[in-house]
């Protein structure tokens, strides 16, 4: 018999790692990766309330998050590979040009 | 000490250090695979919060699907190495103190607001289909059936744009 708050404190902890991490790397495979552990971290939360309320709809949200985050992973690393072949880096402080 | 407590202490140790190795190697790859254990530690929290469906699903599409495509471009770009040079010095020692910050944040407002005190029910003892692929389809193609099929657009448009945008200009 856990109380929820654990759920919800691990949730706050790797969605602050998760967040410290788009902000110090500068890859952008890695802050992308970064991204889908902030992503990660909310499903954590809807799936302890949806256990805790005994109600499925947080389930059914953390499965469109899923598939919101699969398409964001595939435009996201076609842009990135769009990027490497003009600029030949992926380094973001590399990119700070408005028109290439 | 109870039996829940016994497997979430554990699994949470190797969720957030993985987290943490994942931010701090120096590799692309490394990164992606220290993703990836962590990524399979939420799929066992999500078994032991009643959600086997959800835990499957987590295990074939992130950690599986999502996982090959990144290390896949990683590999593709052979950039896996990049040199760590700072343009702005202030930033990363800044981000660390606002990312502590925003926990600190958060676990006050955790625990300051009242009633989340909700015990969860343990995992040992089975909630009648709670979160079985059964009971997750009947409320899916019933309650929520126009999200589903708003999200094989979404899906398509994904890959259409992924599609355009990995096209040679020539071609």
């Known amino acids: 018999m856990l109380p929820v708050s ?43 309330f949806s256990t805790m309320y005994k109600s499925l709809s947080g389930q059914i949200f953390v499965f469109f998050v899923m598939t919101v985050a699969a398409a964001e992973v595939a ?11 003009s600029r030949h880096s992926i380094n973001v402080d590399e990119l700070s040009n408005l028109k290439g | 000490m109870n039996v829940d407590l016994l497997f979430f202490i554990p699994i949470a140790l190797v969720s957030v250090t993985s987290a943490v190795a994942m931010l701090f ?12 254990i962590n990524f399979g ?3 066992a929290f ?21 996982m090959v495509l990144f290390l896949f471009v990683i590999m593709l770009l052979g950039a896996e190495q990049l040199r760590q040079r700072q343009s702005i010095r202030w930033q990363q020692p800044l981000a660390i103190i606002l990312g502590l910050f925003l926990l600190v ?35 899916l193609f019933n309650q929520y059936l126009l999200p589903f099929e708003v999200t094989s657009v979404l899906l ?5 744009g ?10």
């Not at chain 1, 435009?75 to 072949?85: D, H, N, T």
Request: net charge positive; hydrophobic share 60%.
């Open chain 2, 105 to 139: 944040e958060s676990v006050y407002l955790l625990f300051s607001a009242g009633n989340q005190k909700g015990p969860l029910p343990s995992f040992t003892t089975l909630l009648s289909d709670f979160g079985s692929p059964t009971a997750i389809g009947e409320i």
């Open chain 2, 162 to 171: 992924a599609i355009v945008l990995t096209k040679s200009e020539k071609g």
């Open chain 2, 46 to 66: 999500y078994l032991m919060l009643n959600a086997p469906f959800l835990a499957m699903a987590q295990v074939t599409v992130y950690a599986g699907a999502i």
């Open chain 1, 75 to 85: 435009v996201g690393l076609a842009l990135i590979v769009a990027i490497f072949r």
């Open chain 2, 41 to 43: 530690t939420i799929a």
């Open chain 1, 6 to 48: 654990y759920y919800i404190l691990l949730s706050a902890v790797l969605f602050s790692l998760g967040a410290v991490g788009v902000l110090i790397r500068r890859n952008a495979i890695v802050i992308f990766m970064s991204v889908e552990l902030m992503l990660n971290a909310a499903n954590l939360a809807f799936v302890a």
């Open chain 2, 156 to 160: 398509l448009v994904a890959m259409i």
């Open chain 2, 25 to 36: 190697s120096r590799h692309a790859i490394y990164s992606a695979l220290f993703l990836i």
